[in-house]
């Protein structure tokens, strides 16, 4: 899809108050919709994480050099997780009750990080193909905090190339043969 038509989309979905991904939530779900920016330049690089009074309070994401807005309620306890270059985060486990109260988050360089506590309903949630990492996060916060969340899954960009590009020449035949 072009840009201009993404857009669109993206601007559609938003007026009407859902999600501009349209995946799975874990989490009894319920108040604000919120989602992190959708970034076809930029990578996941790190993570913040807020937890207080026993629960996720907000997440924030880190696209390339620049914090993205921080989603969910105010408060809590910040924990920051940078990622090392060519690193992804492949896997997430969640835990609810009412509320998100922790998460676990597994990156593609067997590092794993710890936020909030893991008691209540436990999800897992993680890729449909092979090779896709965390691109995005959405969900529902209310005024404690996160209500129900989701993760957008995609291949990681493509690293620019540093080898020149393979060229022939074409010589014509003497004449004569």
Request: aromatic residues 12%; glycine residues 14%; proline residues 6%.
């Given at each position: 899809?072009?840009r ?6 993206l ?12 995946g799975?939530?874990y989490g ?15 990578e ?19 696209l390339?050099?620049?914090w ?13 997780v ?14 609810f ?10 990156t ?5 990080f ?9 999800f ?20 404690l905090?996160i ?20 060229s ?10």
């Open positions: 899809m072009c201009p038509q993404a857009m669109l989309l601007l559609t979905l938003a007026l009407l108050g859902g999600p501009t991904w349209a799975k939530m009894p779900g319920g108040g604000k919709y919120f989602t992190t920016t959708e970034d076809y330049d930029h996941i690089t790190a993570l913040r994480v807020s937890v207080g009074l026993l629960l996720v309070k907000s997440v924030q994401v880190k390339g050099d620049t993205d807005v921080k989603q969910g309620a105010s408060g809590g306890n910040t924990q920051e940078t990622l090392q270059p060519g690193e992804y985060i492949t896997k997430i486990f969640v835990a009750q009412a509320f998100l109260r922790g998460m676990v988050v597994y593609s360089k067997d590092r794993t710890y936020f909030g506590k893991l008691d209540g309903q436990i897992s949630a993680y890729p449909s193909q092979e090779g896709q990492v965390l691109v995005g996060i959405y969900g529902q916060y209310g005024l905090g209500k129900s969340i989701g993760f957008e899954w995609n291949y990681p960009l493509e690293e620019p190339t540093t080898e020149p590009p393979v022939f020449t074409y010589s014509k035949a003497p004449s004569g043969l």
